[in-house]
């Protein structure tokens, strides 16, 4: 298992990204201190204790220790540790300090699910550059060949006096012998020795593959141009002379050290190019004008399938593996859009292809093409890119779930509405007629009450088998959620609408439902919605559909009605369209607003004798008394109204819930909500916020990883979030939203559930949904303190919750003396207006302690 050290400051980041890594197939080491990662990372560095890769994420200020731990990691002993920076989008350094670094990739935290495969691409073999590196720290090694000890002795003194390795040979043979044995740098050679003379070992150095790269000079001890002359045919770059002064001497070799030195500079940054090439996780080949490739990285090998670079090299880029298209039709070589980008050297961003691997299978890749210019002419292009199979077939599969119902198999509402719409389209244009069935069961409720949810979800698949098998070539079913489906009908005579709808009717009543060794008859009631030139948008073909689907279910159930505006004036319900619409219109723009009513621990209220009607001395009076509490507010959505004024959820909830738009209105709250929260990180006092949530975004499912991705992307501490669950009583299917309540729990958020104390069910839902907090119901409320039985049921209330060690919080206080008589029965928290009136905005900073309430509100509204 290949194991990672992951530092970051944020727990709600190093929860998220540990998970992530862990269900890859990583051993995550996780710190939360700079402190500790450099102290385990100068640990590695001395050989104490390794890691194959380490994820950091970028720090937003800068101190000592973050330079330290970035120091190390830019060092040579920990310079080629594949490392992953985690950062945010805005973060230059980040880009620069990843650049500058071998085997370092950059990943955002908006797109934290990327970060295995980007761990994966560092942590592939790399070709060591330990050598080139340490080759540059090496001495200029030194071969003096002289047939005089005296002489050998005397320059290889002081040859070593100025820091060069010499080894010295007393002959050509000798000198050749060593030069063979062991690599050298410089070879400085006498002239004129017995047997052969020094021009003949410099010959044979010269146009030796092995030797040829060593720096030759002649020494003689008598100036002459022939030797001169000869010396330098031979291929030595010197002559020195040993009648010159010491220093002369030096400087002619140390000019040769020089360009060795040089040179070894120049191998060592083509070999650090390389690596970082070859550690980029991306594909990188670059291509000259003509689009015949240069170079090619590993990375870019692995995903064509090839083994070496040799194979492509040389080769054009069209013809190697961009020359289809990505349907599998050729291209035209000059129709070719990577092609024209090389000849015009144009830069391009984020482009998507298909390039073609040597077994002939289409890649999607994504790429981003640079421009190479050499002395301001262009000199060809460099291409990067990557494999976006995963991220496509992923895409492919949230296409399909967010078009389908998981249960049925069906397609959903949305996509449903889609093609709704574009049938409105067609017969504006043809003048043909279409229809929409609406189809409820009428005993779904009972079934799945009595013989259990397994027995509903299989009511509901074998429903959706049925109802398939009547549907024409030409027609759509969908699935609009619950017991409710949808048919739309094409091309439709109107004389034939009855039949064709109670075609569907027939085939689901001919046949009883057959579970558990016992048989449930099934009936269905239709409401049908001509779609014709006088029916001009979706929202009213749904409209008239539902309307007419309600008169078939109040004229007796198990019928067929078709929409008609003489059969009833149902103005509510048109009042419920127009409500749709226009909620629509307010996610579309943004014209919801969130407001803030805190909620106040009661400890210490005994203590309070002011009979202040001013609400907000209240809650700051009391987060005064209990310093050590968090400073709670619910998030109240309101829309906002045409003319400036907010609009109460009351007027506009049930009609979202009536068309399935509340998951869309809750993701949106919960987006503005963590974006407010963000805000608040300074705050001395920590900051929570409760966030309700339908039984409908519940049962969509989707909740949890879209929590998950906005803490993430927000960075905001996930128990500073309280999910509160209002209408629990209304949830169908607990298994589905336990497992999505479960998921949020882990990530450290708390569960609410709301209406405590109405109804028996309601403890059931207490128990099965694990709740932390639970919300005494407004209606116990009103009758404190002068209602006796209330006080009791609130006592007993806040008894069970105490036993099963759950917080009470008791809604709509409206005044001073009911807030006392909760605290008198036990309850720990309260909101209302006696509290404390909902706020447009959160404060960034609440104190541990305060001045006098009236000047932290002065100060509070001021922020």
Not at 348 to 358: G, L, M, R
Not at 484 to 499: H, P, Q, R
Request: charged share 25%.
């Amino acid at each position: 298992m290949k194991t990672i050290l992951l530092a970051d400051p944020s727990l709600t980041r190093r929860r998220a990204l540990s998970a992530l890594l862990t269900q890859s197939g990583y051993g995550v080491t996780a710190l939360a201190d700079l402190s500790e990662a450099y102290d385990a990372l100068n640990r590695m560095q001395i050989g104490q204790g390794s890691v194959d890769a380490v994820v950091l994420g970028w720090p937003d200020y800068s101190e000592g220790i973050v330079e330290d731990v970035f120091g190390l990691l830019h060092g040579e002993r920990l310079e080629h540790l594949p490392v992953l920076v985690m950062a945010d989008s805005s973060n230059a350094k980040a880009v620069n300090w990843r650049m500058a670094r071998p085997r370092t990739a950059l990943t955002l935290w908006s797109e934290y699910l990327e970060a295995p495969s980007a761990i994966a691409h560092l942590l592939r073999p790399e070709q060591s550059v330990g050598e080139a590196a340490s080759l540059h720290l090496e001495q200029v090694k030194v071969l003096l060949v002289d047939d005089s000890a005296t002489v050998r002795l005397g320059y290889s003194r002081l040859l070593q006096k100025h820091g060069y390795h010499v080894e010295t040979a007393e002959s050509v043979e000798d000198g050749w012998r060593k030069v063979l044995a062991q690599p050298f740098d410089i070879a400085i050679i006498d002239y004129l020795m017995p047997q052969q003379n020094g021009t003949a070992l410099i010959s044979r150095i010269r146009n030796h593959l092995e030797t040829q790269h060593i720096l030759t000079a002649t020494i003689t001890g008598t100036y002459s141009d022939a030797v001169i002359a000869e010396s330098l045919a031979s291929g030595a770059l010197e002559c020195v002379f040993k009648s010159e002064s010491k220093d002369l001497l030096l400087a002619r070799v140390a000019s040769l050290a020089r360009a060795i030195n040089d040179r070894k500079a120049i191998d060592n940054e083509r070999r650090r190019l390389q690596s970082i090439l070859s550690s980029v996780g991306e594909g990188v080949y670059g291509v000259d004008c003509a689009g015949t490739i240069q170079f090619i990285n590993p990375a870019a090998l692995d995903v064509l399938g090839y083994t070496e670079a040799d194979d492509l090299i040389g080769l054009q880029a069209f013809d190697a593996f961009h020359h289809t298209d990505e349907d599998g039709s050729p291209l035209q070589r000059g129709a070719s859009f990577l092609n024209q980008c090389y000849a015009m050297g144009k830069e391009v961003s984020s482009w998507q292809t298909c390039f073609w691997s040597a077994s002939k299978k289409g890649i999607p890749v994504e790429c981003n093409i640079h421009p190479l210019h050499m002395d301001a002419e262009l000199n060809g292009s460099v291409v990067a890119f990557r494999d976006i199979s995963n991220r496509r077939a992923l895409e492919k599969e949230l296409r399909w779930q967010a078009e389908h119902d998981n249960l049925t198999k069906l397609h959903n509402r949305a996509w449903l509405e889609s093609q709704l719409e574009q049938e409105c389209s067609k017969v504006r244009r043809t003048g043909q007629t279409a229809v929409l069935l609406l189809l409820d069961l009428d005993r779904f409720k009972y079934i799945n009450d009595t013989a259990g949810h397994v027995a509903g979800d299989r009511l509901l698949m074998e429903v959706a088998q049925r109802l398939k098998s009547r549907l024409r070539s030409t027609d759509y079913l969908a699935r609009m959620g619950g017991d409710e489906f949808a048919v739309l009908l094409t091309n439709v005579g109107s004389s034939e609408i009855m039949a064709l709808a109670d075609g569907f009717r027939r085939v689901l009543i001919a046949s009883p439902f057959n579970y558990g060794g016992k048989s449930y008859r099934i009936t269905l009631s239709i409401g049908c919605a001509r779609i014709d030139t006088a029916c001009f948008t979706p929202g009213d073909a749904m409209a008239y559909a539902d309307i007419a689907c309600h008169m078939a279910k109040r004229s007796g159930r198990n019928q067929c009605q078709v929409y008609s505006p003489e059969t009833g004036k149902l103005a509510a319900l048109d009042a419920d369209l127009g409500w749709s619409v226009r909620l629509e219109e307010a996610l579309r723009g943004d014209r919801f607003v969130l407001c803030y009513q805190p909620i106040v621990p009661l400890n210490g209220m005994e203590l309070d004798s002011v009979e202040s009607k001013n609400s907000k001395d209240v809650w700051l009076r009391q987060l005064e008394r209990n310093p050590e509490s968090e400073a709670m507010f619910e998030v109240l959505v309101r829309l906002k109204g045409h003319e400036g004024d907010l609009i109460s959820p009351v007027a506009f909830l049930p009609a979202a819930e009536r068309f399935g738009l509340m998951q869309d209105i809750d993701f949106w709250v919960i987006k503005h909500a963590l974006a407010a929260l963000r805000e608040t990180r300074e705050s001395p006092r920590s900051i929570a916020l409760t966030i309700n949530l339908s039984a409908q975004t519940l049962e969509k499912g989707g909740v949890a990883d879209y929590m998950t991705a906005r803490i993430v992307e927000y960075n905001v501490n996930p128990a500073a979030i309280v999910l509160e669950i209002a209408d629990a009583h209304a949830i169908s299917d607990r298994e589905r939203v336990q497992r999505q309540l479960a998921q949020l729990r882990q990530l450290g958020c708390r569960i609410s559930v709301g209406d405590f104390g109405v109804g028996f069910a309601n403890l059931a839902c207490l128990k099965q949904l694990e709740a932390d907090i639970v919300k005494i119901d407004g209606s116990l409320i009103q009758g404190l303190p002068g209602d006796e039985l209330d006080r009791t049921i609130v006592t007993a209330l806040t008894s069970i919750a105490e036993i099963a060690r759950k917080t009470t919080v008791a809604e709509c206080v409206e005044d001073m003396s009911v807030l006392r008589s909760l605290h008198q029965c036990g309850v720990d928290m309260a909101q209302g207006y006696a509290v404390g009136m909902p706020r447009l905005h959160l404060p960034r900073t609440l104190p541990s302690s305060f001045a006098k309430p009236e000047q932290e509100e002065k100060r509070l509204s001021e922020v």
